[in-house]
């Protein structure tokens, strides 16, 4: 399963709402899909996980929607330590990530 | 505090062979399904295997079966790849992560640098 995530790069500032997207080539349900946050030289960082639940420590700023083929992570509203790099993942079928979209300070 | 500490990384010549450890703290290894992810430098993530938590069972990725191998010993707490017959498109940084599905501990992963 091919995981397509826009925009590549998206620029905001502290304070604004950041929407990511993804969209799967074919359906992976509505319980699994999943959102790592990503910084250089950390370790990957689960935010979100079936499609929409938080794990425990996540801000409640972070939120999951959408089912099938088409996913979402909002951020709210964008603290400092919030800009990374997003990736989506399947886990319906052989785990797949997608490409990535960088969140980066306007 | 759950931590998980990768080694094993290093340079390597295209064909050879490394050995990568995943030691892990913090939490009851021996329940935990496992996974290898890997990450081109400069490019998206990739998994690249897993492990049942009994070790009876182990899935891969379609570039790298039949020349990676995925253990565990869980009376030590660690996860093994075995990476044979290297090649260029295997340089990255590789990751252990832990649980089925979406994996919610990672480390900080070790890089492997195939050639010539």
């Known amino acids: 399963i091919v995981l397509t995530q826009s925009p590549g790069t998206l620029s905001l500032s502290p304070g604004e709402r950041a929407t990511l997207t993804c969209r799967a080539s074919?359906?992976?349900?509505?319980?699994?899909l999943a959102w790592y946050q990503h910084k250089p030289g950390q370790a990957p960082r689960l935010v979100i996980y079936s499609t929409f639940s938080r794990p425990t420590g996540v801000p409640d700023r972070f939120s999951g929607s959408g089912s099938g083929t088409d996913f979402t992570l909002t951020i709210s509203s964008l603290e400092p330590e919030d800009f990374a790099v997003y990736y989506c993942?399947?886990?319906?079928?052989?785990?797949?990530f997608g490409q990535g979209t960088k969140v980066e300070i306007k | 505090e759950v931590q998980l500490v990768e080694s094993g990384g290093g340079v390597v010549q295209p064909g050879g062979a490394l050995r990568l450890s995943c030691t892990t703290s913090?939490?009851?290894?021996?329940?935990?399904?496992m996974n290898w992810v890997r990450q081109v430098p400069g490019k998206g993530l990739e998994w690249v295997a897993s492990?049942?938590?009994?070790?009876?069972?182990?899935s891969y990725a379609d570039s790298v079966k039949g020349r990676f191998t995925i253990s565990r010993d869980n009376a030590k707490n660690s996860l093994f790849l075995q990476i044979n017959s290297l090649r260029v498109e295997d340089t990255a940084v590789y990751y252990c992560?832990?649980?089925?599905?979406?994996?919610?501990?990672w480390g900080q992963g070790t890089l492997v640098t195939v050639s010539a």
């Open positions: 992560a832990r649980g089925l599905g979406s994996p919610d501990f």
């Open positions: 074919q359906s992976v349900g509505n319980t699994y």
């Open positions: 993942q399947q886990y319906a079928k052989s785990p797949t």
């Open positions: 913090g939490f009851t290894f021996r329940v935990y399904e």
């Open positions: 492990i049942t938590s009994r070790g009876d069972t182990q």
